[in-house]
């Protein structure tokens, strides 16, 4: 089973002050994050134990929308994949691991 979901990180997110001023990036860890809010949205009855792999392909900038994918594999691990909206572009790929 999988299942998709989209997200922005707006300018004036508080992680995004002093990171790279004048040209901004959304650090891995507000991603993360929003990848974890997402989970806990589509499975609100597990528990997230760790992020065994997350591997961080492209930048993603402020106001950027970008869509979440889970991909079930197996029990107790759930893959993920960000890709950019605008042209696809994969962001990160890794693995939760769940109680």
């Not at 499975?43 to 970008?66: C, H, M, N, S, V």
């Not at 994918?69 to 029990?75: L, M, N, S, V």
């Amino acid at each position: 089973m999988s299942t998709e979901t989209r997200s922005m990180i707006p300018a004036d997110h508080p992680a995004l002050a002093g990171h790279f001023p004048g040209h901004p990036v959304v650090p891995g860890v507000v991603i993360l994050d929003r990848v974890i809010q997402a989970l806990m949205d589509w499975k609100p009855d597990e528990r997230l134990t760790g992020i065994p792999t997350a591997k961080f392909l492209t930048p993603l900038y402020p106001q950027q929308g970008f869509t979440i994918r889970f991909i079930e594999a197996g029990p107790g691990r759930i893959r993920f994949e960000c890709r950019r909206d605008d042209d696809g572009q994969p962001l990160v790929q890794g693995q939760l691991a769940l109680a």
